[in-house]
């Protein structure tokens, strides 16, 4: 059983910055360097959308609508991968939460995320 825990959100005013954290768990056998991990993020009333990917060999993609203000990292070590928000605005407001990136798309459970409010 593999698991994610997202933390990090909080209140920040248009143009703020957050960093998010998600730390991953689970059974000995899983080997958290060898998956692509992603952040995706749900705003109310909205599909949930991927917002960044990075792979087993650090290779990172972004949404179109966070391109050069968001950046993804991992830290196989600690099994841990973040997001950088940076020039946060409000559409940028929403729960983001964090999974493991399959063959055929995110394929673990989905964690409680970690909120994200943009507002003045």
């Known amino acids: 059983q593999v698991q994610v825990v997202e933390s990090g959100g909080g209140l920040v005013q248009p143009g703020g910055s957050l960093r998010l954290s998600c730390e991953a768990s689970?059974?000995?056998?899983?080997?958290?360097?060898?998956?692509?991990m992603g952040w995706y993020r749900q705003a109310p009333g909205k599909q949930r959308e991927l917002v960044a990917r990075i792979t087993s060999a650090g290779s990172a993609y972004y949404g179109d609508s966070v391109k050069g203000r968001f950046t993804i990292s991992r830290d196989n070590a600690q099994k841990t991968v973040n997001l950088q928000m940076n020039s946060l605005n409000n559409e940028d407001a929403a729960v983001y939460f964090c999974?493991?990136?399959?063959?055929?798309?995110?394929?673990?459970?989905w964690g409680q995320g970690t909120q994200v409010t943009v507002s003045s």
């Open positions: 999974n493991r990136i399959g063959p055929t798309g995110p394929d673990l459970g």
């Open positions: 689970g059974t000995s056998g899983f080997v958290f360097a060898s998956f692509t």
